[in-house]
T-cell receptor, first 117, second 112 residues
């Protein structure tokens, strides 16, 4: 079974520039999550999709961050404009959802490491 | 907002030693999961505990869920260098829209 694919692996941009990250979840996984992990901290949920609908985006800084999951499969997370404090690893995870996730958890991608200079 | 506190934040030990890491919250979770994350990779699930008081063993790792389902511990016996990594606990909630809230993690280094 193929894992969760993310690209790019690394990105360096200047502040005020824009950047986009891509995620391809495990086939058949209805739920997709984007997490932000700042160095030395645990992952923080940015947005949760169920198929192509947003379930929770309460911690997404909507003035600069946006995300979409067209056709309920791949997802893109965008930052525009980037700030220095956005430097972090952006992790995508997927799961079948609901009670199944409560037992078998998420499958994470390897993440995209963003450095804003 | 549900918060998970992990302790210690950093732990450096010698091969063969035992260790315990703790995960505490003021909130009740429907389940609690432990993940291990290696540098440059995403977290990987180690175990899920669901029932208060539950104990699960995975080779040299022992996981316990508190009776009130608010806290958990991870005990490693005879640690090996391959156990090095960031250990994250995560509390689950949300029913059909299940999602995990992560602690800050315990960074474990096992020296040969």
């Amino acid at each position: 079974e193929a894992g969760v694919a993310q690209s790019p692996r690394y990105k360096i941009i200047e502040k005020r520039q824009s950047v986009a990250f891509w995620c391809n979840p495990i086939s058949g996984h209805a739920t997709l999550y984007w997490y932000q992990q700042i160095l030395g901290q645990g992952p923080k949920l940015l947005i949760q999709f169920q198929n192509n609908g947003v379930v929770d985006d309460s911690q997404l800084p909507k003035d600069r961050f946006s995300a979409e999951r067209l056709k309920g499969v791949d997802s893109t997370l965008k930052i525009q404009p980037a700030k220095l404090e956005d430097s972090a690893v952006y992790l995508c995870a997927s799961s079948l959802g609901g009670s199944y996730t409560a037992i078998v958890g998420y499958t994470f991608g390897s993440g995209t490491r963003l450095t804003v200079v | 907002t549900q918060l998970l506190e992990q302790s210690p934040q950093f732990l450096s030990i010698q091969e063969g030693e035992n260790l315990t890491v703790y995960c505490n919250s003021s909130s009740v979770f429907s389940s609690l999961q432990w993940y291990r994350q290696e540098p440059g990779e995403g977290p990987v699930l180690l175990v899920t505990v669901v029932t208060g008081g539950e104990v699960k063993k995975l080779k040299r790792l022992t996981f316990q869920f508190g009776d009130a389902r608010k806290d958990s511990s991870l005990h490693i016996t005879a640690a090996q260098p391959g156990d090095t990594g960031l250990y994250l606990c995560a509390g689950g909630s949300g029913g059909s829209n299940y999602k995990l809230t992560f602690g800050k993690g315990t960074l474990l280094t096992v020296n040969p």
